[in-house]
């Protein structure tokens, strides 16, 4: 019988979400995210193998884990991702399975996806012109929107867009993806950018905080807060448009100075280190356990001292310098 304890951490925050990055590769270029050119994989065998992640997985639960999203990179780019999501939805104790794509390569996959078992899906969309979204991206609109209105089709339990905010970039197609979630009846998510990444546009320049896009979005409707209604794992703020009918989330993790405080999330990173938290450089070992002769317990230990050892909050406002990309940790 499964032995789930509730995992809280120093601080009594209740941890029980694991954000796994199964690949640090990518089929996109994001100003934000990867520097452009940059082709620096890690080998094949320094990344996990499926088998690897959901022995993780089973060590996790025990530890309290419920909640699992499986990220990258972009997770689509790695084969066989139905059959692993199969696998990961029937351990026990997995309760919830979320995946977050930048969709290029959704619109086949959201149905085998959504009888593999995921339950829920973030897509990333900075933007609707085609212009500015291979400006941001390098990539193409068209097959992103194709991926939303498949996994709208394929019966998910929840769709949300996720927009990452560029002042000087995208300022002018935040009310159209309200618009156009809206029309979709999808919630959409605007995230403050953090310094996550080696690019160089991470600039106090390139900054549009959350507050100054919710003033941009009162002068058109109201902002009423959903503070009742939990809509997601993390510690987002939704609001409801009423006469757009939109549902709108901010994740202001550099100016909402409250935010750390509700965090109930670890990382898996595509090379088997577990990392407390996203703005802390910490990590945890696992994969030289994975590799030798171990037990499931051995595995558990280390969640334990990593909930141990989860800092009270992230440090990007001290002039934080990320050591590593964020696709090699996972969104
Ligand atoms: N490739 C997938 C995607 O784009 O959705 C999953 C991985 S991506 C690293 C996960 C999320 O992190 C995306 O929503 C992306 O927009 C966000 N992200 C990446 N770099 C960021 C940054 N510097 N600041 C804020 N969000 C960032
Ligand atoms: Fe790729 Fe996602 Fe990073 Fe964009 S945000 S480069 S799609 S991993």
Same mark, same amino acid.
């Given at each position: 019988?499964l ?14 979400y694991?954000r796994?990055?199964i ?16 082709s ?6 320094e990344?996990?193998?499926y ?14 884990? %419920? *909640? $699992? ?20 939805? *029937? ?5 919830? /399975? ?27 969309? !900075? ?9 941001i991206t390098? #990539? ?9 209105k498949?996994?709208?089709?394929? #019966?998910?339990?929840?769709? *949300? ?23 979709h ?19 106090? %320049?390139? $900054? ?30 939704? $609001? ?11 994740? #202001? ?11 109930? *999330?670890?990382?898996?990173?595509? !090379? #088997? %280190? ?8 910490g990590e945890? !070992? ?6 030798r002769d171990?037990?499931?317990? !051995? ?29 090699? /940790?996972?969104?």
């Amino acid at each position: 019988m499964l032995n789930q304890t509730p995992s809280f951490d120093t601080l009594g925050r209740r941890v029980d979400y694991l954000r796994i990055s199964i690949t640090d590769r990518c089929n996109e270029r994001c100003l934000y995210c990867m520097p452009e050119g940059f082709s620096d994989w890690k080998p094949r065998g320094e990344i996990l193998a499926y088998e690897e992640i959901l022995e993780t997985v089973q060590a996790a639960v025990q530890v309290g884990f %419920k *909640k $699992f999203r499986v990220t990258g990179g972009e997770p689509l780019v790695r084969n066989d991702v139905v059959s692993f999501i199969e696998r990961l939805s *029937k351990i026990p104790g997995v309760e919830t /399975i979320g995946m977050t794509t930048n969709a290029t390569r959704l619109a086949p996959l959201a149905k085998p996806l959504r009888e593999a078992g995921l339950q829920t899906i973030n897509i990333s969309l !900075d933007a609707l012109t085609p212009e500015v979204y291979r400006q941001i991206t390098h #990539g193409e609109v068209q097959p992103v929107i194709e991926g939303i209105k498949a996994a709208i089709a394929a #019966g998910f339990k929840s769709v *949300k867009l996720n927009t990452v905010l560029i002042r000087g970039m995208n300022e002018h197609e935040i009310w159209p993806l309200i618009c156009f979630a809206a029309e979709h009846q999808i919630t959409i998510r605007f995230i403050e950018l953090m310094p996550v990444s080696l690019s160089e546009m991470l600039t106090e %320049k390139n $900054f549009l905080p959350a507050g100054e896009v919710m003033e941009q979005i009162r002068g058109k409707d109201e902002l009423i807060p959903l503070n009742e209604v939990r809509l997601g794992h993390g510690p987002a703020r939704y $609001f409801k448009l009423p006469q757009t009918e939109a549902t709108v989330g901010f994740i #202001g993790a550099i100016t909402n100075l409250h935010f750390c405080e509700s965090c109930n *999330k670890m990382r898996l990173t595509a !090379d #088997g %280190k577990i990392r407390p938290c996203l703005g802390n450089h910490g990590e945890l !070992d696992l994969r030289d356990i994975l590799r030798r002769d171990h037990s499931l317990d !051995d595995l558990v230990h280390v969640f334990r001292q990593a909930l141990h050892e989860k800092p009270p909050e992230h440090v990007f406002r001290d002039n934080y310098q990320p050591q590593r990309i964020m696709t090699a /940790i996972g969104g």
